[in-house]
């Protein structure tokens, strides 16, 4: 059998192409990076975990009526999904203060904002992504005013939606990064969310301890991070449950259906 074709390898997935034109097929690695590949590691399970976070939150997200680029899970750790052309920008989402913006405006980490504020990095490894303005995105070509109106509106509603979801399993939800792209449709395209969405790309607290679920245990090096990306699958009804077989036990629904549960 030939071996599938490697499109691309990022920091936390690999992307395979696809049995259909214009589908790819995403691998979610255990490899974790922070500030820009300056610090990296490994947190066990992880990317078997984000997977299923992932799904789960863009199906979700597909059912509110918000285009995305996810067809199915295909096992552990992958899943198939649209080819976009991505839109080169980090559409950061937040509710409250932390990470980057609560450095540059001197904010206390955990202050709600006043409003939710979106941000704009450019994707650009080599330059760090840099925060950018919508002017810089109407200069450089890098989205259309009507693309932006749509990532904007997007962005606000799936705010909306996470944030009502995450609340309803006892967690916070800081901030979290998206990214969008383009289906192209003969000379038309549309844009649709793509990439995850987990706890590598969210700020998640617990709404009453403010403890961190999220990556920043590994940036911080607060320790216990498999245990925390395992809360947050767990609260979300996809691990069994804390007495199981030792690690991530993932509670698969084909199992469940099959009990009848
Ligand atoms: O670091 P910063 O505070 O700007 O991050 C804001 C949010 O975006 C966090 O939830 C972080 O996990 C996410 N993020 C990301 N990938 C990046 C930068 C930020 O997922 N390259």
Redesign the pocket.
């Known amino acids: 059998m030939a071996r599938r074709r490697q499109i691309y390898e990022g920091k936390a997935k690999i992307l395979y192409e696809g049995p259909e034109p214009g589908t790819i097929i995403q691998y979610f690695k255990d490899d974790a990076t922070a500030f820009?590949a300056q610090k990296k590691g490994e947190i066990a399970g992880k990317g078997v975990i984000n997977n299923r976070i992932s799904e789960r939150i863009f199906t979700a997200l597909g059912g509110i009526g918000v285009p995305t680029h996810f067809i199915k899970r295909l096992n552990m750790r992958e899943q198939l999904v649209r080819e976009v052309e991505i839109v080169p920008l980090?559409v950061?989402?937040?509710n409250y203060a932390?990470?980057?913006?609560?450095?540059r405006l001197g904010l206390t980490e955990g202050e709600r904002l006043p409003r939710t504020v979106i941000?704009y990095?450019y994707?650009k490894d080599e330059l760090g992504?840099p925060?950018v303005s919508e002017e810089h995105i109407a200069c450089f070509g890098w989205a259309s005013q009507e693309e932006m109106n749509d990532i904007a509106d997007m962005a606000i509603r799936i705010n909306d939606f996470m944030s009502g979801m995450f609340a309803g399993i006892g967690i916070k939800l800081?901030?979290?990064?998206l990214e969008f792209g383009r289906l192209w449709d003969n000379d038309f395209s549309r844009i649709i969310l793509a990439d995850e969405i987990s706890p590598?790309?969210?700020?998640l607290w617990d709404a009453e301890t403010d403890k961190k679920l999220?990556?920043?245990r590994f940036r911080q090096d607060l320790g216990d991070v498999a245990d925390a990306y395992q809360e947050v699958a767990r609260r979300l009804g996809l691990l069994k449950d804390d007495k199981g077989e030792e690690g991530a036990v993932l509670d698969f629904d084909e199992h469940r259906n099959k009990r009848g549960k």
Do not use: P, Q
């Open positions: 820009n980090e950061i989402v937040r932390a990470g980057t913006i609560a450095k941000e990095c994707k992504d925060l800081v901030d979290f990064k590598d790309s969210c700020r999220d990556k920043d």
